[in-house]
């Protein structure tokens, strides 16, 4: 039976396993235990929670989580292919490693978690917008989890913790931002994964609010800035015609100027807007 210190190195359990990277599933793998145990780190003290990472493969990040001290890890991977190399950790780690063999879009993790929770994953780039959004937006605030530790493309890390004025600012930035800390903490070439993707990668964290940083109706909000980016280059009294019939007013009464574009529009603008919207 496997322990901590007889797991063999990751480059072996792919060819044990014969885990060929397969481009279809977004598998770029993280060979390096430190690099691992470095982004692990990066999700806070783990000793009192439950983790849920998604993707786990041949579990380089899995292992770094664990020998990071987290109390569960809860991961869900869609890769029939990974089962063995992971059981072999779960083996390793009694009782703190549960592996769910499935897809993370359709799969819900809760009934297996216990608070607090954190998320950590170096995700599959082809999903890692879609749940980001999801986490971003759950029914009620605060969500489910403490904290997000998640790679991205680096550009899309760039979007999520975007500031006006830049190109990068855009929904992303303000979904993730009007109810969390975002920051990226990692860089990280091509050469960490094996095999080297074509772009950068960074892994960003983010930090629930216990409450939004300005008050707005959530769905008014998305409405709106989802209405102001898709017409980027236009002006607001001409992206948000379509929202209200008196919208110049509305934006006067929020403080903007109907002749502003989204892109320079901050976070407690959008909010302003939306709660002028709300009204009848
Ligand atoms: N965590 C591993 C690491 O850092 O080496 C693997 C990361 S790799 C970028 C993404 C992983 O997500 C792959 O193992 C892939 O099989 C898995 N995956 C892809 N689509 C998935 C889905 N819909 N649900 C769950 N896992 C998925």
Request: glycine residues 6%.
């Amino acid at each position: 039976m496997s322990t901590i210190d007889n797991l063999p190195p990751l480059r072996q359990v792919i060819n044990t396993h014969e885990l060929q990277a397969r481009k279809s599933l977004g598998q770029n793998f993280l060979l390096d235990l430190n690099l691992t145990a470095k982004i692990a780190r990066q999700a806070g003290d783990l000793t009192e929670c439950d983790v849920l990472e998604i993707g786990p493969g041949p579990g380089g990040l899995t292992r770094g989580l664990l020998a990071e001290g987290a109390r569960r890890v809860l991961a869900i991977e869609k890769d029939r292919r990974c089962m063995p190399a992971l059981a072999e950790i779960a083996a390793a780690y009694p009782d703190r490693l549960q592996v769910i063999e499935g897809d993370a879009l359709e799969v819900d993790p809760l009934a297996h978690l216990t608070p607090p929770i954190r998320v950590a994953a170096n995700l599959p780039y082809n999903i890692g917008t879609e749940l980001l959004v999801r986490w971003l937006t759950p029914t009620d605030w605060p969500p489910f989890w403490q904290s997000l530790t998640l790679m991205f493309q680096r550009e899309v890390a760039e979007r999520i913790v975007a500031q006006p004025g830049s190109k990068a600012y855009g929904r992303l930035a303000l979904l993730a931002q009007w109810r969390a800390d975002a920051k990226i903490v990692l860089n990280l070439p091509p050469e960490a994964f094996t095999p080297p993707p074509k772009i950068s990668s960074a892994v960003v964290h983010l930090t629930a609010l216990p409450e939004p940083r300005f008050p707005a109706d959530a769905a008014i909000l998305s409405r709106t800035v989802a209405a102001a980016f898709n017409q980027r280059r236009k002006m607001l009294r001409a992206a948000l015609k379509g929202t209200a019939p008196d919208i110049e007013d509305r934006l006067i009464a929020a403080g903007l100027k109907p002749t502003d574009r989204a892109e320079q529009v901050p976070l407690e603008g959008f909010c302003a807007l939306a709660r002028e919207i709300a009204k009848p």
